[in-house]
């Protein structure tokens, strides 16, 4: 799978990975298990040039290095596992300050393709103030991987996305999660369980030890920053300048569950910006222009998933029909920047046309690898105890349908948590305001995947730890990737010199 492949696949997927959840309150576990031994001194780290999944090489002068890290930290001298890291230096000695972090989204990023596509644009944009660093968490990139060994048509988008049938019944979505279960704690042993939000923080301090950093700066996008939010939490004196970019809510009674169910809230919030686009009179010269007006564009959307629910079409790939539910996905998909929106209109013009083929876009053509999809999967499962009721699912898809129907009940639907073997080994992390007053929030209005309103959570929480930057512009990741100058300019000042906005402050598009 191409690297562009793979990027494609996560953006679809990084909310919170997979499938779907369900809105009903979680229990926290109640035991947090023993308390974690200090590891012994983190070793060396022997760097070495970078080599990418595709084979093609990281930025120029990245290098990459692999950290040993305890399994279990309350086993510090126990069985290790690798964790892939990587630097990008700065390329001005005299102006650098610290160590940034780079924290990727997901769960299932991978923060050594993140340095290599972003490292470059990064270092101009904070003026060579910081090495640049990241790390592929556990089960992810060149890190110690595990696998659930699921079939094939259980690692499709369409299916890793628990998409109710045609009339809202999910007793294959049910079948199916249960089927992934089993064969991740068949298959996935303690190497599996070990994957979490938790595990990660950890694996990051150690790095800081092992790079001989008092403190990090760092910049987390999507869920990378929740995983920023709980290192801030776990380790406030550790923390330098950090960025949080597009972020989730981070109630404790809601991780992984309230990310999953806001994806609903994001797509309402976000289709409107698609809508006006469609039907612009200059899409009418590329053969694009999907009605006249944009308030036409959703319930045309909606009736042509209805009818290809009942008769799929030949798309251009064969043997792979377009379904609604393939639809609804691409539709999904193509809320997280407005680049993809030309790629669905021609799909949705094409299956409109009689004698059309609709030509699919990767993600909804690829299977995702056994690996990648085992860790999408575990870390939701693993940091919290999701219900096990399939009426209740039932249920709150129900109402899910008709409250959201471009999502047609996929984020309120059930997922393999629900049959998950074995009870967190930690507590989902509260996040407070206390801790030092050092973190910018940078928020897009119209976020499909991490909307407003769970942001707006993360800022509560975070109280006068944080300033936010909203972002007056649909999509998902603000900076150095919406396209929004005031932004950009606003985060790289704070790293660069310090300076936050006095108080929340607003960037129009």
């Not at 053509?365 to 990648?372: C, F, G, I, L, N």
Request: proline share 7%; hydrophobic share 35%; with cysteine.
């Amino acid at each position: 799978m191409t690297t562009c492949t793979r990027k494609a696949l996560l953006l679809a997927l990084s909310a919170t990975a997979v499938a779907s959840a369900l809105a009903t309150s979680v229990t926290p576990v109640a035991h947090a298990g023993p308390r974690a031994s200090p590891p012994s001194s983190p070793p060396s780290l022997v760097w070495h040039g970078c080599e990418l999944p595709d084979g093609t090489a990281g930025a120029e002068g990245q290098q990459c290095a692999e950290l040993p890290v305890p399994l279990d930290y309350r086993n510090p001298d126990g069985r290790t596992l690798t964790v892939a890291v990587t630097r990008l230096r700065s390329d001005r000695p005299q102006a650098r300050r610290g160590t940034l972090l780079v924290i990727a989204g997901g769960p299932g990023g991978s923060g050594v393709e993140r340095l290599a596509r972003k490292g470059e644009a990064l270092r101009a944009a904070t003026e060579g103030a910081y090495d640049l660093v990241s790390l592929d968490p556990r089960g992810v990139g060149g890190s110690t991987r595990a696998g659930c060994g699921t079939a094939d048509a259980d690692r499709q988008l369409v299916t890793l996305r628990a998409w109710p049938g045609a009339d809202g019944d999910i007793t294959a979505n049910a079948d199916r999660s249960r089927r992934v279960a089993e064969a991740c704690a068949r298959n996935g042993g303690e190497v599996l369980r070990s994957f979490s939000t938790r595990n990660e923080v950890r694996d990051i301090d150690r790095f800081r030890q092992a790079l001989g950093e008092e403190k990090l700066s760092a910049w987390g996008s999507s869920y990378g920053t929740y995983v920023g939010a709980v290192y801030a939490q776990k380790y406030p004196r550790h923390t330098d300048r950090w960025v949080l970019d597009s972020n989730g809510d981070p109630d404790p009674a809601r991780v992984a569950h309230g990310w999953m169910r806001n994806m609903a809230v994001g797509a309402a919030d976000r289709f409107p910006d698609f809508a006006a686009w469609a039907s612009d009179p200059a899409r009418e010269q590329q053969g694009l222009r999907l009605a006249e007006r944009a308030e036409d564009v959703q319930p045309l959307v909606l009736s042509l998933a209805r009818e290809l629910d009942r008769e799929p079409r030949e798309s251009d790939v064969p043997g792979l029909p377009l379904t609604g539910n393939r639809l609804r996905q691409a539709v999904q998909s193509a809320l997280f920047g407005d680049g993809a929106f030309a790629p669905l209109a021609g799909m949705i013009r094409a299956a409109l046309d009689p004698q059309g083929s609709p030509v699919l876009t990767p993600d909804l053509v690829q299977v995702v690898p056994d690996e990648d999809a085992a860790v999408m999967v575990a870390v939701i499962c693993n940091d919290v105890r999701w219900p096990g009721s399939v009426a209740g699912y039932r249920r709150e898809v129900a109402a899910d349908r008709q409250r959201y129907p471009l999502t047609a009940g996929m984020p309120a639907n059930i997922t393999p948590c629900a049959f998950w073997k074995g009870a967190p080994a930690d507590r989902p992390t509260r996040i407070t305001d206390e801790g030092p007053s050092n973190i910018l929030m940078i928020q897009s209005l119209r976020d499909p995947a991490t909307p407003y309103s769970g942001a707006l959570k993360m800022r509560g929480a975070l109280g006068e730890r944080a300033r936010m930057v909203t972002v007056g512009q649909g999509g998902h990741g603000m900076y150095l990737g919406g396209g929004n100058a005031c932004g950009d300019r606003t985060v790289s000042e704070f790293l660069v010199t310090g300076r936050r906005p006095a108080q929340d402050t607003h960037c129009a598009n």
